[in-house]
């Protein structure tokens, strides 16, 4: 639906131009909380301004809910508001059907059909209000974002839709900024925590961080290198998600393979040697040894001489490549056991 958007008064532009350039100063740890409200209560004149970002919610379940002033809405049913509106409202229609632009419910309904309306009754008059005006952002991925302004007396003007309406492209990119952010400090949070190999994902399984490690793995296995995600992987991915309780995704390659997990919206990238061929005694002495046993305490569990543990040791040590007890038990922690029975099959 194109609809003209009328030329502000040179006052107005003023003050559009002054909130666009200072709006990021407005918020907290939320880009829409708090003073942002506030002054957008300023611009646009409301006597309650909310920010949603959980399809319907009131700050009780899950998903994020701002309003000014605080509890202004106190006592508001929302299981029943939801309902109504669901049900009844074209501006939760026009909403939901994903269409652009700001939109009052005097749009929709006439002064007398709005005030003999549910909506109405239930979710204005009691606290004084005579019309809605709500913008949805144009965000794609997760519960509609929205702005929802309320206010008594006169109706919202033409002046105060094509404010917001001017005003849309620059609360997207103050929305998006905060995910960047957010992603960065959730990405730093696990570099700094762990040299882990990890790989953040967006909302539509875009990479948004991957860690050094992380890119070291894809780049060996898939020859990529962290700034997309592998074909394999990406084909996986719905998969995994429909089946919470499926195996990793395994990619094999000679003595060696990766496994990688996803968790909310991360994936975990774990690189595991395949053991070498050991007899019986010696992947015995090596568990052992992975258990923090001494050469003593194994030559009296398994009724041997110590010299004999340390002949096994050694015959472990060429095969696994390694020059010490502790390296060998770091290789099969390491490995987590993955590869113990393929180790026992190619044992026997």
Known sequence: MFRAVPALARGD????????????????DHPFE????????????????????????SGDGPGLHFERPREFFSGFDQAEANSVRNAGSPVELHI?????????????????????????????????LEDTLELRLRIPGGPIKRFSLDR?????????????????????QLHRAWQSRERLRDALAVHESTRAAVVLLEADD????????????LGRYFGENGVRLPASVASWLPE??????????????????????????????????????????????????????????IAERLWVSR???????????????????????AFVRGNGGSFQKTADADAG
């Open 13 to 28: 532009s003023e003050r559009l131009l002054r909130f666009v350039a200072e709006a990021e100063s407005f918020g907290g």
């Open 307 to 329: 010299g004999t543990v340390r002949k096994h040791l050694d015959n472990v040590y060429v095969k696994l490549g390694v020059h010490n007890r502790t390296a060998a038990a």
């Open 152 to 172: 008594g007396g006169p109706g919202f003007s033409a002046r105060d839709r094509a404010v917001l309406d001017l005003l849309h492209p620059h609360l997207v």
């Open 240 to 297: 995994r998600r429909r089946r919470a309780t499926g195996e990793p995704l395994r990619i094999d390659a000679g003595d060696r393979a990766l496994l990688i997990e996803i968790v909310d919206g991360a994936l975990l990238l774990e690189e595991q040697r395949r053991l070498p061929r050991l007899t019986a005694r010696e992947r015995e002495i090596l568990d052992l040894v992975a258990e923090g046993r001494t050469n003593t305490e």
């Open 34 to 57: 708090g003073e942002f409200l506030t002054q957008l209560g300023g611009l646009v004149p409301a006597d309650a301004v909310c920010f949603n970002d959980c399809d319907g919610c």
């Open 206 to 217: 875009r990479v948004a961080f991957a860690s050094t490690a992380a890119r070291e793995l």
């Open 96 to 128: 939901r059907q994903g269409r652009s632009g700001a939109v009052k419910l005097s749009d929709f309904l006439s002064r007398g059909e709005f005030r003999r309306s549910r909506i109405y009754h239930l979710l204005l008059k009691p606290y004084g």
